[in-house]
C-alpha cells in the first residue's frame, strides 16, 4: 500500500468554473477525512467520511462544496462556481478506527487550487 | 470547543543540537490523543509522534519525544540531535479519544529551521 493517493496534485482554474478533486485512502482505513489548509496555518476540518456515509460537515463547507465517498473507498470533493478565496491546498487523510488503538490520521500529498 | 495553540512561528537550530518546540491546549474532556505532524517543504504531513492522554510514559520515537504535562496542559516536543531533514512545519494537534472521535485540531505550526 502506497499511502493516501490525491490528484490532481496541482490545479489552476478560472473563477466561476467547477473542479474536482479525488483522494483514495489507504484501502483498509473505513475513515476519511477532507482538510484545507491556506499557507502559514495548519489544517482545518472540512468533512469525514465513516465507510460511505458522511458524518460531519464543517461551517467551513458552503454549499457551494460537496463531497462523497459512494462506495466506501474513494472520495471526491468537489467545488462548485469557484471562488479566489477557495485558493488552498486540500487535504485528504485516512485512518481505521480500532477500539484500542484509536484513531491516527495519514494524509495524502494534497491538491493544490489556484482560482485566478 | 478544543483549541491548540504553538506560540512560536519559528525557531532555528544548529545540525546536532536540540531543540524543543511547545504546544498548549484547551479541553474538558479527560481521555484524548495528541500528536505531532511534520509538514516538509514537499508538503506531505508526516505523523512523528503520538501521546494517548491516559499514558503517564512520555512518549518517544528515536530522537523524538515529547513532554507532556497533563495537568498542565502542555506537549512539548523535542528533537535530539538534530539533522538538516529536520527542516519543516511542525503541528501540533488533538483528538478525542471514543467512537466519535474524528476531529483533528490542529495548531498553527512552528516552522523549524535546522542550520548547518
Known amino acids: 500500500d502506497t499511502g493516501v493517493s490525491q490528484n490532481p496534485r496541482h490545479k489552476i482554474t478560472k473563477r466561476g468554473q467547477n473542479v474536482t478533486f479525488r483522494c483514495d485512502p489507504i484501502?483498509?482505513?473505513?475513515?476519511l477525512y477532507w482538510y484545507r489548509q491556506t499557507l502559514g496555518q495548519g489544517p482545518e476540518f472540512l468533512t469525514y467520511?465513516?465507510?460511505?456515509?458522511?458524518?460531519?460537515k464543517s461551517r467551513l463547507l458552503s454549499d457551494r462544496f460537496s463531497a462523497e465517498r459512494p462506495k466506501g473507498s474513494f472520495s471526491t470533493l468537489e467545488i462548485q462556481r469557484t471562488e479566489q478565496g477557495d485558493s488552498a491546498m486540500y487535504l485528504c487523510?485516512?485512518?481505521?478506527?480500532?477500539?484500542?488503538?484509536?484513531?491516527?490520521?495519514?494524509f495524502g500529498e494534497g491538491s493544490w487550487l489556484t482560482v485566478v | 470547543a478544543q483549541t491548540v495553540t504553538q506560540s512560536q512561528p519559528e525557531m532555528s537550530v544548529q545540525e546536532a543540537e536540540t531543540v524543543t518546540l511547545s504546544c498548549t491546549y484547551d479541553?474538558?474532556?479527560?481521555?484524548?490523543?495528541l500528536f505531532w505532524y511534520k509538514q516538509p517543504p514537499s508538503r506531505q504531513m508526516i505523523l512523528v509522534i503520538r501521546?494517548?492522554?491516559?499514558?503517564?510514559q512520555n512518549a518517544t520515537e528515536n530522537r523524538f519525544s515529547v513532554n507532556f504535562q497533563k495537568a498542565a496542559k502542555s506537549f512539548s516536543l523535542k528533537i535530539s540531535d538534530s539533522q538538516l531533514g529536520d527542516t519543516a512545519m511542525y503541528f501540533c494537534?488533538?483528538?478525542?479519544?471514543?467512537?466519535?472521535?474524528?476531529?483533528?485540531?490542529f495548531g498553527a505550526g512552528t516552522r523549524l529551521f535546522v542550520k548547518a
Open positions: 479541553t474538558s474532556e479527560s481521555n484524548y490523543y
Open positions: 484501502s483498509e482505513h473505513n475513515r
Open positions: 487523510a485516512s485512518s481505521l478506527w480500532d477500539p484500542r488503538e484509536g484513531n491516527t490520521i495519514y
Open positions: 494537534a488533538f483528538m478525542k479519544r471514543n467512537t466519535g472521535g474524528f476531529k483533528t485540531i
Open positions: 467520511f465513516q465507510n460511505e456515509a458522511q458524518l460531519e
Open positions: 501521546q494517548e492522554a491516559y499514558k503517564q
